[in-house]
């Protein structure tokens, strides 16, 4: 299956800094990019819909101004939690989709820890 | 999107198939039946999909019921490496993909 690549796998950072989480489509165009996040012993709740080159659609509940996601090509989106806090720390996942795949294809997560 | 609903725990024995059950009673005609598993800490894996037809790749069989209200995916060898939780989603192709709670299946020696 097609691969989508998650950087970096985890990082830990101070409250009140900003974190950038990079996703890419290694072998396909993705045209429209998800970020999800994930709480210990939760499930994966969707954050926002990226397409690329306009702006993301974020789930009701979500800052878009504290998760900043840019799509800026077809094969890559960031997304970065900007002044971060410890309530903020979690599994963030990303996958990509391309509307001729009809399956959606899942990177490998970001541990995020704010201390 | 409908959505989908499964038993939140399952338990099988290593080298026995494991049949995890889902209902989408609310399914429309243009939804595919979608599953994927979890391990730990991991991003979500892609196990297989289907519209009508049953399906069958390398990692499972999926049947779908004829009126498309249920479907069951099967591991026919189950080891202990497929212990996860499983989610059963359907979907339009391209949508968004929007996860319930799963069933964690645990696959016992």
């Known amino acids: 299956g097609a691969v989508v690549s998650q950087h970096p796998s985890w990082v830990i950072c101070k409250s009140g800094t900003s974190v950038k989480i990079e996703c890419r489509s290694l072998?396909?165009?993705?045209?429209?990019m998800f970020w999800y996040r994930q709480f210990p012993k939760q499930s994966l709740m969707l954050m926002a819909t990226?397409?690329?080159?306009?702006?993301?659609?974020?789930e009701q509940g979500v800052e878009k101004d504290k998760f900043l996601i840019n799509h800026a090509s077809l094969t890559l989106s960031t997304l970065t939690v900007t002044s971060a806090h410890p309530e903020d720390s979690s599994f963030y996942i990303c996958?990509?989709?391309?509307?001729?795949?009809?399956?959606?294809?899942f990177g490998q997560g970001t541990r995020l820890t704010v201390v | 999107d409908a959505k989908t609903t499964q038993p939140p725990s399952m338990d099988c024995a290593e080298g026995r198939a494991a049949n995890l059950p889902c209902n989408h009673s609310?399914?429309?005609?243009?939804?595919?039946v979608y599953w994927y598993r979890q391990i730990h800490s991991q991003g979500p894996q892609y196990i297989i999909h289907?519209?009508?037809n049953n399906e069958t790749n390398e990692m499972a069989s999926l049947i779908i019921t004829e009126d498309r209200k249920s479907s069951t995916l099967i591991l026919p060898h189950a080891t202990l490496r497929d212990t996860a939780v499983y989610y059963c989603?359907?979907?339009?192709?391209?949508?968004?993909?929007?996860f319930g709670a799963g069933t964690r299946l645990t696959v016992k020696p």
């Open positions: 996958s990509a989709s391309n509307t001729a795949n009809t399956e959606a294809f």
């Open positions: 072998d396909f165009q993705a045209t429209t």
């Open positions: 990226s397409n690329e080159g306009s702006k993301a659609t974020y």
């Open positions: 609310t399914i429309s005609g243009n939804e595919y």
């Open positions: 289907g519209l009508k």
């Open positions: 989603i359907v979907r339009v192709a391209g949508n968004d993909m929007r």
